[in-house]
């Protein structure tokens, strides 16, 4: 197992997690019901995905 030879400092550590925050979740408004839905997904209240009803 690979081990460092001297410690990284803090600043370091720190720019290196820079990008590893939590984005807030991009929400759609869903054609049929106007309630909010992911991306590509079906809507959770209604079902319709691309203008077909997805509800078993």
């Known amino acids: ?6 410690r ?3 600043a370091r ?4 997690r820079a990008h590893d ?3 807030p979740v991009n929400a759609l ?6 309630s909010p839905r992911l991306p590509h ?3 959770l209240s209604c079902g319709f ?3 077909r009803n997805y509800n078993k």
Not at 13 to 16: A, C
């Open 8 to 10: 990284h400092s803090t």
């Open 29 to 34: 408004a869903c054609s049929n019901c106007k």
């Open 1 to 6: 197992m690979a081990v460092p030879r001297n």
């Open 41 to 43: 997904h079906a809507c």
């Open 49 to 51: 995905y691309k203008g």
């Open 21 to 23: 925050a939590k984005r």
């Open 13 to 16: 550590r720190n720019s290196r």
